[in-house]
């Protein structure tokens, strides 16, 4: 193992450092790195299935609750009430056994997607260049950047090419920063270390060689990681929590009250104590967190089959409120196949140099991949020069071009192509027809026409240049006094059925905006093939020159933004969020600032790497269809969540607080605490599997909003309703049939469970019950629950947990009381639903 390289190695060469760490300029030996890594402080062995899965059981008991009533049980064992005690544990571990295995699951699927989208890095290994996961990268190794890398770890240039790095992560500065090799001073500050590159940053432009000196914890950005480590809620996760510390109040409230008042009548301190304990916990929203996160994890597992990664299981919700999509045109309202319509010159002529030219250009292009070049490459050139390649100026996003020299063997040429405007830019001379050069000025009204004409017509044009140069190196300052040589026309076709898509977005209530660097002729254009009438465009400069507040407005009403830069991507998505949840899609570098500036982020699998990992979702084919499963998918796991909030605030939530006030009015407990907890166990197997539940075809075709207010309306109008069956329970039971303590008990848990099976089938669904197709095992476990819950008081062991049978006509009554329940709560949830329904 090799000596820990000092903190401070910018004051060094790489000479030195392949010295000290026993590497090279060709990187390490797969066998060194394999060594190495398994010494490492970022090398974590995994925990077996085993080990993780006995974390996770015991952590089913870990809410105070759950603690106090255990240790509850234990104590009465101790002070010689043992009668109860195994039971009751019974049904707790029993309980915490059908979480643990749901949450187990969930888990799985989440292993199994952060695993689909581990960032890889090109590393050098054995002399050859190979994709690892970033987080196998070791000390010593060499690494290959391009534009649009993330960096895996701190390191030391070797080589540069007009590298410009983005480090904002680390120093807040959103302008990129240029890096070149050298040794600096030991003191040279952070954002001045021009010869290191940063974890955490990402390559704007350019391409590099860096050796790697620090590695996870060691890092710069490893070690601010683990001294802040903050994350951020989504609106759905605040109101949750909000929602169970709500409810958690309320429950510790009462259960404390029916406590000490249960003390001051004399009743049994341990049997008091067990009765406020098993209340609380059925009272407690304690499977919220697990619905929630079984949803959830379901709901990723069903998009992942539609071919949408989940990178951030909370985003989902999110998504299901989305109301707006942005997206770039290509790839997404294109089919993103460039092909090459034509090369013609300045004035539309179809011309064999600008062919030339662009094919050398592309050919020799080495740093940011694009569909452009890729089209390019696949010229038929009949030209029998073999160039040789002297040098290249990477394309980046604030030149807008690629220059390539090259030397032609008569010749040495610089070849640059790029945005129009920026290349008309730096040309002070055209190539006519006749083959003369002469000065640009003259010519460039026609030139600009013509680039006019090519954008109505639906073709993106780009321009090229050329000149002579008499060295064998170059730079971005090289980029003046050009030739003009001609246009590349490209042709992207509208995707087939991207009308019926958008058509079916407009259905889920989500509109769509397009966002792109193109001509506004081009982009009007395209609106007008995918049937936006009289589309209105908004272009880059005429936002520049609009005031916030001014632009809240102005979006509201565009159709397209064109000509937009990327920095320009951002302060529109915040604009449209005043007004809209919105979603932003992209895959290249000028897209990051937009995915991290909108409600939800997403990117493709294809993207470059920073754009992948700003986003929450990350599509595994470019197309609009896929995201219309992906909102569908988020709107069914809002609705199923929100199923078990309502079914906790409604019945379950109503039924313990009958229960409690009976205990103070009675002489006896209304029901035993393991009765209690038994019921919990019968009704959580069918409320488990909402997170599986059909959702009605009306609830996904708008956004789901977390309303706390509309809950808190639910609860009031649902807990009454409740609770006034508890007393017409309560009522019938004791002075019109009169029953003693333990048929009393037993007839009051066979109502308080079917009441909470049967409301689940109510409040699942906005319609009348009847009209809903439940889903299969939200069914069978229900009607399971409804057969064991009314046979129990017949079998065996009724007696062990204080039940009896009941006469035919107790049952009868009882079944009777739940028919009229029924009824009633599903006319009275259309009612609410159609009332509170905006």
């Known amino acids: 193992?090799?000596?820990?390289?000092?903190?401070?190695?910018?004051?060094?060469?790489?000479?030195?450092?392949?010295?000290?760490?026993?590497?090279?300029?060709?990187?390490?030996?797969?066998s060194d790195a394999d060594k190495i890594l398994s010494q490492s402080?970022?090398?974590?062995?995994?925990?077996?299935?085993?080990?993780?899965?006995?974390?996770?059981?015991?952590?089913?008991?870990?809410?105070?609750?759950?603690?106090?009533?255990?240790?509850?049980?234990?104590?009465?064992?101790?002070?010689?009430?043992?009668?109860?005690?195994?039971?009751?544990?019974?049904?707790?571990?029993?309980?915490?056994?059908?979480?643990?295995?749901?949450?187990?699951?969930?888990?799985r699927v989440v292993e199994k997607l952060q695993s689909m989208i581990s960032l890889k890095s090109t590393v050098l290994r054995d002399n050859k260049a190979q994709e690892i996961i970033s987080k196998n990268v070791v000390v010593g190794d060499i690494l290959l950047?391009?534009?649009?890398?993330?960096?895996?770890?701190?390191c030391l240039l070797v080589e540069a090419n007009e590298l410009?790095?983005?480090?904002?992560?680390?120093?807040?500065?959103?302008?990129?920063?240029?890096?070149?090799?050298?040794?600096?001073?030991?003191?040279?500050?952070?954002?001045?270390?021009?010869?290191?590159?940063?974890?955490?940053?990402?390559?704007?432009?350019?391409?590099?060689?860096?050796?790697?000196?620090q590695t996870g914890a060691n890092t710069i950005f490893g070690s601010i990681s683990q001294s802040v480590s903050t994350k951020i809620e989504t609106t759905f996760e605040k109101g949750i929590k909000d929602f169970g510390f709500f409810l958690m109040k309320i429950t510790l409230v009462l259960s404390m009250f029916i406590l000490i008042v249960n003390l001051l009548n004399h009743k049994s301190v341990v049997d008091s104590a067990l009765f406020a304990l098993a209340l609380a916990v059925g009272m407690a929203p304690e499977l919220l967190p697990a619905i929630t996160t079984i949803a959830m994890s379901a709901g990723a597992k069903r998009m992942l089959e539609k071919k949408v990664i989940v990178k951030k299981l909370a985003s989902i919700q999110n998504l299901g409120e989305v109301n707006l999509f942005c997206t770039d045109k290509t790839g997404t309202i294109t089919e993103g196949i460039i092909t090459v319509w034509a090369l013609v010159n300045g004035f539309g002529e179809d011309n064999e140099l600008v062919k030339n030219l662009a094919f050398w250009n592309a050919t020799f292009e080495t740093g940011y991949a694009n569909p452009i070049d890729d089209a390019l490459?696949?010229?038929?050139?009949?030209?029998?020069?073999?160039?040789?390649?002297?040098?290249?100026?990477?394309?980046?996003?604030?030149?807008?071009?690629?220059?390539?020299?090259?030397?032609?063997?008569?010749?040495?040429?610089?070849?640059?192509?790029?945005?129009?405007?920026?290349?008309?830019?730096?040309?002070?001379?055209v190539k006519l027809s006749n083959r003369n050069v002469e000065n640009i000025s003259s010519y460039q009204p026609e030139i600009e026409r013509r680039f006019e004409e090519f954008g109505v017509k639906g073709l993106r044009a780009i321009g090229i240049c050329y000149k002579n140069i008499d060295t064998k190196t170059i730079s971005k300052d090289d980029e003046k006094d050009m030739i003009f040589?001609?246009?590349?026309?490209?042709?992207?076709?509208?995707?087939?059925?991207?009308?019926?898509?958008?058509?079916?977005?407009?259905?889920?209530?989500?509109?769509?905006?397009?966002?792109?660097?193109?001509?506004?002729?081009?982009a009007k254009s395209i609106a007008l093939a995918i049937g936006i009438e009289n589309p209105v465009v908004l272009t880059g400069s005429e936002v520049l020159n609009t005031s916030s507040d001014a632009l809240k407005l102005l979006v509201k009403r565009t159709h397209i933004f064109a000509e937009v830069e990327p920095q320009q991507k951002e302060r529109i998505i915040l604009a449209l969020r005043k007004t809209y949840t919105v979603a932003y899609m992209g895959d290249g570098?000028?897209?990051?600032?937009?995915?991290?500036?909108?409600?939800?982020?997403?990117s493709v699998e294809n993207a470059v790497d920073v754009a992948r990992e700003a986003a929450d979702f990350v599509l595994m084919e470019k197309d609009l269809s896929v995201l219309v499963e992906g909102i569908k998918e988020g709107r069914k796991t809002f609705a199923n969540t929100l199923k078990y909030i309502f079914i906790n605030t409604g019945s379950t939530f109503g039924n313990m607080f009958s229960v409690a006030v009976a205990s103070l009015l009675l002489p006896f407990l209304p029901m035993l605490p393991k009765q209690i907890l038994l019921m919990n166990f019968i009704t959580d197997f069918p409320y488990l599997t909402v997170a599986s539940d059909n959702v009605d075809g009306e609830q996904l075709d708008k956004p789901g909003k977390w309303n706390l207010k509309f809950i808190r309306n639910y609860m009031i109008i649902f807990g009454i309703h409740s609770s006034l069956f508890d007393i017409i329970t309560f009522l019938?039971?004791?002075?019109?049939?009169?029953?003693?303590?333990?048929?009393?008990?037993?007839?009051?848990?066979?109502?308080?469970?079917?009441?909470?099976?049967?409301?689940?089938?109510?409040?699942?669904?906005?319609?009348?019950?009847?009209?809903?197709?439940?889903?299969?095992?939200?069914?069978?476990l229900s009607i399971a629950g409804l057969i064991l819950t009314i046979s129990m008081p017949y079998l065996p062991f009724a007696h062990n947990i204080g039940l009896v049978p009941l006469p035919f006509k107790y049952l009868a009554v009882m079944l009777l009381i739940v028919v009229a329940y029924i009824i009633t709560a599903d006319i009275l949830k259309v009612w609410f639903f159609k009332k509170y329904k905006e």
């Open 1 to 30: 193992m090799q000596p820990a390289p000092l903190n401070d190695f910018w004051q060094f060469d790489a000479p030195y450092w392949f010295q000290k760490l026993d590497t090279s300029v060709n990187g390490l030996a797969q």
């Open 41 to 107: 402080d970022q090398f974590v062995k995994k925990s077996s299935h085993f080990q993780k899965d006995f974390i996770l059981f015991v952590s089913q008991f870990k809410s105070p609750l759950m603690l106090l009533l255990i240790g509850a049980v234990i104590l009465s064992a101790f002070l010689g009430d043992t009668s109860d005690v195994f039971i009751i544990l019974f049904i707790v571990i029993s309980t915490g056994l059908l979480s643990f295995f749901q949450e187990r699951n969930a888990g």
């Open 145 to 154: 950047f391009k534009a649009g890398d993330m960096i895996p770890a701190d």
């Open 164 to 213: 410009n790095v983005n480090e904002a992560s680390l120093t807040g500065e959103s302008f990129p920063v240029r890096k070149e090799l050298g040794v600096l001073d030991e003191k040279t500050e952070l954002s001045k270390r021009t010869n290191c590159l940063w974890e955490g940053a990402n390559i704007v432009s350019g391409n590099a060689k860096a050796l790697v000196i």
């Open 377 to 429: 490459k696949k010229l038929n050139i009949e030209s029998k020069i073999h160039p040789e390649k002297l040098g290249e100026v990477p394309y980046d996003f604030i030149r807008k071009r690629l220059s390539i020299a090259i030397d032609n063997q008569t010749e040495k040429l610089l070849i640059t192509k790029g945005a129009f405007t920026q290349i008309l830019g730096i040309c002070t001379q």
């Open 485 to 522: 040589a001609g246009f590349i026309l490209l042709q992207d076709p509208v995707k087939a059925g991207i009308i019926e898509t958008i058509e079916a977005l407009k259905q889920l209530q989500v509109n769509l905006k397009i966002i792109t660097g193109d001509n506004k002729n081009v």
């Open 589 to 602: 570098i000028n897209d990051v600032t937009a995915i991290h500036a909108a409600d939800v982020g997403i």
């Open 732 to 780: 019938t039971l004791l002075y019109v049939l009169k029953v003693k303590e333990a048929t009393f008990q037993t007839a009051w848990f066979i109502e308080s469970i079917v009441t909470e099976l049967f409301i689940l089938f109510i409040i699942r669904t906005h319609k009348n019950f009847f009209k809903s197709k439940p889903g299969k095992y939200l069914f069978l």
